[in-house]
């Protein structure tokens, strides 16, 4: 009987370039991955094919070896940066006799250790279940060789049919319940499709310093790491930018080449936040020498999720590694198209707060509404509850002033309700019989 390891501290690291040699810097990502699932990386195995063998992928001589380093170098699992079929895990995993796992597994196996909100753990496990659909045979190799036949028809088909049909009803679990749990997010999006805030998505190649850049701009406590996929569960908090208007800024899941299928099918709480932006922020590491590839992988995974025609600004992060000045970059319209930063040390913050609120001004600002005595209890209600007043008076009249924060249609939609009346005004230029009460940006 095959019995499947459950450990797995140190690891062979197999990468295998296809059509071309194994370049330095994706096994350094892969050793990055390694040691954030928290391995330690006992032995490194490379080579190069033309194609991937259909038995072993990477042919069987190859397999031989990463055998016997995984023998000399008392490994406990065998790690491999590519996408592997079921039959290819199952064949090393005999040969070896070694816990096998690949590209997309481990990538399942950090999400599984960094989720910390119950929909992400859901959609972790949903996206492992998925994974695991096809390889439930790996556990039963012990009874492969039975067949049909009197007093042969045993518990190898049995079981295996049972831990599917088990494996089917937790899919459909974690399904329902996960768009339970969409329902309500989408309710709590109420706030923003009544009177719509901007809203800023951060995305970007893992540990590009997105989750710094979040810390920098809102002062929130997001956990911070050098290490990939450090951030997970998407952290969402308003800021309110030079001018007084309030936008929504959140963070994301960081992305990375050869993202699993499922993870980009199953996280959709996080992709959610970069598909429904206003504005999306590309956060890049300036000092990454194959940054220009980075961008592209990045850009193809939001084609893939519906957020690859938003309008985004280029930040470049740690520019402090390079030495550089904080500035600003303009298109060939005149419109701020990258801005380079360093979040660690808040070098070039106001250059990017003043990028993101040209960018956002065609969006919302601030304006005056005055609402008769007669409405001004339900249009005040709208207001608050969209989060966007920034102060409000009462008038002698019995009518009410606001100081809202609202987009051009909106505002067009607003002054055609009865007894509303809507203008463009500054913050500060507000008159009247009594004094502004600020509620707060």
Partial sequence: MFERP??????????????????????????????SAGVSAAVTVTGRRDRPDPR?????????????AAVDSCAEVILVDHALSPSQERNLEKLTGLRVLDRNALILDIFAQRARSHEG????????????????????????????????????????ETDRRLLGERVRVLSRRLEKLKQQRETGRQ?????????????????????????????ANAYVADQLFATLDPL??????????????????????????????AFQSTLTEAREATLLLHVIDASDPRRDERIDQVNAVLDEVGAGALPQIRVYNKIDRLEAA??????????????????????GLDDLMGAIAERLSRFARPRTVRVDARHAGSVRARLFAAGVVQGERYLDDGGLELIANIPESEAR????????????????????????VLQGG
Avoid at 413 to 436: F, H, T, Y
């Fill in 121 to 160: 753990k859901l959609e972790v496990e949903l996206a492992q279940l998925r994974h695991l659909s096809s390889r439930l045979v790996r556990g039963w190799t012990h009874l492969e060789r039975q067949k049909g036949g009197i007093g042969l028809r045993g518990p190898g088909e049995t079981q295996l």
């Fill in 326 to 347: 904080p500035h600003q970059e303009r298109d060939g319209l005149g419109e701020v198209a990258s801005v380079w930063i360093s979040a660690a040390r808040r070098l």
């Fill in 191 to 219: 706030r923003r499709v009544e009177i719509p805030i901007p809203s800023v998505a951060l995305v970007g190649y893992t540990n590009a310093g997105k989750s710094t850049l979040f810390r920098a701009l809102t002062g």
């Fill in 56 to 68: 072993f992928f990477v042919g069987s001589g190859k397999a031989e070896e990463i055998r016997q």
């Fill in 236 to 265: 969402v908090r308003r800021v309110t930018l030079p001018g007084g208007a309030p936008i929504v800024v959140a963070d994301t899941v960081g992305f990375i080449r050869e993202l699993p299928h499922e993870l980009v099918a």
């Fill in 6 to 35: 459950r450990g797995g501290e140190r690891a062979v690291l197999v990468r295998i370039g296809l059509g071309a040699p194994v370049e330095a810097e994706d096994l350094e990502e892969f050793s990055q991955l390694a040691e």
């Fill in 413 to 436: 939609e607003l002054g055609r309700s009865p007894g509303v009346e809507v203008a463009d005004v500054k913050v500060d230029n507000i008159e009247g019989s009594q004094p502004c």
